[in-house]
Structure formats: structure tokens, C-alpha cells
């Protein structure tokens, strides 16, 4: 995809400028529909915190939010996860990268590098 960068499995910087673009269509879509702040928040955010589905279903979901700039990553906190971390890992992560928005691969070796942090 050409709106991810594969290592890091996000939008590329020159993709995230749009925002006072996107902020003007707010603008413009409350003041059309009469929407208060929070009106809007509910209009434009994703419909659900929890998604249930197949991979492929919750991929699709989260590669939308992606490539529409709803979002640039996920959290994903253990204790929602019904089954496993192994269906995550094993079946959504690859279901991403088909998609283009999880990264494939590291550019560095540690977290250390990868953070940028200084050596020890």
C-alpha cells in the first residue's frame, strides 16, 4: 500500500498532513448537520470499541480506519481478548499485512534501536 510505511506499520508522515483538511470537513459536516462537539465525536469515530468477527472481517474494519486517517495504530489490551493472543498474532497480524497496514518486518534489531534509544 502506498500510504503505509512497512517497518513501521503506520502512515507515512507526508500522508498525515491532510489533517487541517480533515478538520475543515468536520467543520463543514457539523455545521451542515447541526452538530454539537460531541455529536460530531459520535458521527466520525468508529462505532465500536470491541470488534467480534472472523480475521479477515476485523482487518478490513481496522485497514478502513487506517487508510481514512481515523486512526494510526491500535491498543489492544489482554484482557479484552476473548480467546488468545495467538488468534491476534496468528490470524489478524497476518490479515494486516495482506492489507498493507502492519508492518512485515523490523529496520532495526532491539527495541533499543528501534526506539532510538541511546546504547547503555
Known sequence: MENSIRHTGTLAIADRSGKLDQIAHWRALAAEKGLSIRQLVLEVAPNSRYLAGTAGQIADRW??????????????????????I???????????????VYRTEYATETLRDHLRLPAI
Open 86 to 100: 495467538d488468534d491476534l498474532v496468528d490470524r489478524l497480524v497476518p490479515e494486516l499485512q495482506e492489507r498493507g
Open 63 to 84: 485497514a478502513y480506519w487506517v487508510r481514512h486517517r481515523v486512526v494510526d495504530g491500535f491498543n489492544i489490551s489482554p484482557c479484552h481478548l476473548q480467546d488468545s
